[in-house]
């Protein structure tokens, strides 16, 4: 989910709620304590330099029970952050933390953000030596030819 839809479901909602891939609930006393913009700037196995933006939000829980965090207040706060930080309509990502920081996707099911799960993924299959996955078609010659080496 990126910045902008973001900022749209907030202009709409009365109450923030998170869940978790698990279905829980990120408690509802929760803090948003940064607001950040990440840059990666790294070279992947190909050798193939990269430079990767995210908008960062970080979730998290005090015993402060009685403070919440309402839409019009991460707002201002996110419209405060795109002034400063310069913030570009990237995509979003969330640490909460669990066992450990864990990095979560952002979308939205019409009543709660919803973190989603991230995968890492080799970025340069095709140099790196990874064997694409073969493909084999019943009854189909070509693709078992002699010298196709699919099969």
Same mark, same amino acid.
């Given at each position: ?14 109450? &923030?709620? $998170? %869940? /978790?891939? *698990? ?7 929760? @803090? ?5 913009? =990440? ?15 995210? &908008?960062? $939000? %970080? /979730?998290? *829980? ?7 965090? @309402? ?5 201002? =706060? ?18 909460? %933390? ?54």
């Amino acid at each position: 989910m990126k910045l902008s839809q973001t900022k749209s479901v907030l202009k709409e909602l009365r109450t &923030i709620g $998170f %869940q /978790l891939p *698990n279905g829980e609930l990120v408690p509802n006393h929760f @803090h948003v304590t940064e607001v950040g913009k =990440i840059t990666k700037h790294f070279i992947d196995c190909g050798g193939t330099e990269r430079n990767e933006e995210v &908008i960062n $939000f %970080q /979730l998290w *829980n005090a015993n402060d029970y009685d403070h919440r965090l @309402h839409p019009e207040k991460l707002l201002n =706060i996110i419209e405060l952050s795109e002034k400063v930080l310069q913030l570009k309509d990237a995509e979003i990502e969330v640490e909460y %933390q669990g066992d450990t920081i864990q990095k979560f996707g952002l979308d939205f099911d019409g009543n709660n953000f919803l973190l989603t799960t991230k995968q890492t993924d080799c970025l340069a299959k095709d140099k790196c030596g990874i064997p694409m996955e073969k493909v084999s078609t019943i009854n189909n010659e070509s693709c078992c030819s002699p010298g196709e080496n699919c099969c």
